[in-house]
C-alpha cells in the first residue's frame, strides 16, 4: 500500500511542529517529501504502465 502523510508545519501553542509531508511506496521508498518547515503541497503521480513517480513540491 502506498502511503502519503500530511504533517502540519506551522507554529500552534507556541511551539513549531514537526512538518515533513512525504509519500512512501509499496516497497517502504520515499517517494518525495516536504522540508520540515516547509509550506506546500506534494503532487504525486504516475501512470498505470509506469514503474517511475514523478513528484513535484509547490511552495505556498
Do not use: P
Not at 12 to 36: K, N, P
Not at 48 to 60: A, F, I, L, P
Amino acid at each position: 500500500m502506498n502511503v502519503f502523510l500530511g504533517n502540519y508545519s506551522g507554529e500552534t501553542g507556541g511551539y513549531r511542529s514537526a512538518g515533513g509531508s512525504c509519500a512512501i511506496d509499496t516497497s517502504g521508498e520515499l517517494i518525495g517529501r516536504l522540508e520540515a518547515h516547509q509550506e506546500g503541497l506534494l503532487v504525486v503521480s504516475r501512470e498505470s504502465n509506469q514503474h517511475k513517480w514523478k513528484v513535484k513540491s509547490v511552495n505556498m
